[in-house]
């Protein structure tokens, strides 16, 4: 067994890598940052339909708006680049693209409302669970960027939906969408996620 650790950390050594050094690690980061608002500015030149008030998605949808599923990733970018540079322009960013995406809410969905797939759609009987938490996830990360509480309000009525409409209060786990066709585990993981930050 001895021979066995030291050939064991003489391995471990060997592939050991060096960190990099802090002024490193600043510059990746300033990298990063310059990478990210660069990105944002151009989906904003190149991607933002001001006829629907939204991002442009597929032409074959209606109307022809990134779906939450796009969306979701860009929701994630706007509130980083404000939390790791919170600027007064950064943070003024997060709360007027955050109240446009709340058109992904349909309050027609179960009579209480929920996370519909494209942005501004009503009436159309069903939902994702894992889109929804995304969403929350999203808003979660508004708040943090911003401290402004409508975004855990809004992430909390998407949980609300999750718990209520897509957990399965007979033999548990969460639904896919809302005619719990089958489970997956994403609503599930984001739930619970949003559950412990908002307690």
Do not use: C
């Not at 022809?64 to 003024?92: D, F, G, Q």
């Not at 399965?168 to 809302?178: C, K, P, Y």
């Amino acid at each position: 067994a001895p021979a066995g650790m030291r050939l064991l950390a003489a391995v471990a050594a060997a592939i050991t890598l060096p960190l990099p050094s802090h002024a490193t690690l600043l510059a990746n980061q300033a990298q990063f940052q310059q990478l990210a608002e660069q990105g944002l500015a151009q989906t904003q030149q190149y991607w933002w339909d001001a006829k629907y008030g939204w991002y442009s998605g597929r032409p074959t949808d209606d109307p022809p708006v990134a779906s939450l599923w796009s969306s979701y990733p860009l929701l994630e970018l706007v509130a980083a680049i404000a939390i790791a540079a919170p600027t007064a322009a950064n943070k003024a960013a997060v709360d007027p693209t955050f109240t446009q995406a709340e058109n992904f809410w349909d309050p027609t969905i179960e009579g209480t409302g929920g996370i519909t797939w494209l942005w501004g759609q009503r009436n159309t009987g069903n939902a994702y669970f894992d889109d929804a938490g995304w969403w929350a996830v999203a808003n979660l990360h508004a708040y943090e960027a911003t401290k402004n509480v409508r975004w855990l309000w809004d992430a909390q009525r998407a949980l609300s939906y999750i718990d209520e409409y897509g957990w399965d209060h007979v033999n548990g786990g969460t639904w896919w969408d809302g005619d719990h066709d089958h489970k997956t585990s994403e609503p599930l993981a984001a739930a619970a996620l949003v559950a412990a930050t908002l307690y």
